[in-house]
C-alpha cells in the first residue's frame, strides 16, 4: 500500500478500510461459516471417529456400583484401624538408656523454656491498638500523631529486647 502526501487522512483511512474489507470478505469465503457444518471435501481426509461402544455388551447395574463403594470403605475403615496410631492414649516408643556411669548421679528433670514476653512488645501491642483504634473511628488529629509516636517507640524498643 503506497501512501500518497497530498491525500488527505480520512481519504487514506477510508480507503484502508475498504481494503481491510475486501480482505475479509476474501478470508470468509474461503473459509465458510463457523456456524455451519462444512461441505464435505473429497480431497483433505476426514477424521475418523472413536469406535462406538457395542450394544451388545450392557452397562454394570447400579447396585453394583454401590456394593463396590461400600465395600472400600469398609475395607479403608478396617486397615485404618489396624494400623498403629500416636496419640494421647499410646505409649511413645522407649528410648535407649545410656549406658550405666560408674558413679550414680542424681536424675535430671527437664522443663520445658518459660517464654517472657518482654514488656516493650505488650506496650507496643497497646499503642498499636489504640492506633487502629483512632483510624477506624477515623479520628485525625494530634491524639493519632501521639498514638502512632508511642507505638513506633515502644515496636523498636520492643524489636531491641526480643533480638538474641
Given amino acids: 500500500m503506497a501512501t500518497n502526501p ?3 487522512p480520512e481519504e487514506r ?4 478500510l475498504e481494503e481491510i474489507r475486501r480482505k475479509f470478505t476474501e478470508v470468509g469465503a474461503r473459509l465458510g461459516s463457523a456456524f455451519e ?7 483433505q481426509p476426514r477424521a475418523l471417529r472413536p469406535p462406538a461402544a457395542p450394544l451388545d455388551q450392557p452397562a454394570r447395574p447400579r447396585w453394583q456400583w454401590l ?3 461400600a465395600l472400600i470403605f469398609v475395607l479403608g475403615t478396617g486397615l485404618g484401624y489396624l494400623l498403629p496410631r500416636s496419640g494421647a492414649g499410646a505409649q511413645p516408643a522407649p528410648s535407649p ?5 560408674s558413679t550414680p548421679a542424681a536424675p535430671r528433670i ?3 523454656p518459660r517464654v517472657v514476653v518482654p514488656r516493650s512488645c505488650l506496650e507496643a501491642a497497646r499503642h498499636g ?3 487502629i483504634s483512632l483510624l ?3 479520628v485525625r488529629d494530634r491524639r493519632l500523631d501521639m498514638a502512632l509516636k508511642a507505638y513506633t517507640l515502644a515496636s523498636q524498643a520492643c524489636r531491641k529486647e526480643a533480638s538474641p
Wanted: proline share 23%; charged share 40%.
Fill in 13 to 16: 483511512q477510508r480507503r484502508e
Fill in 97 to 101: 538408656q545410656p549406658p550405666p556411669a
Fill in 110 to 112: 527437664s522443663t520445658p
Fill in 6 to 8: 497530498e491525500e488527505r
Fill in 37 to 43: 457444518p462444512a461441505p464435505p471435501d473429497d480431497d
Fill in 67 to 69: 456394593a463396590a463403594v
Fill in 136 to 138: 477506624v473511628r477515623n
Fill in 129 to 131: 491498638d489504640e492506633t
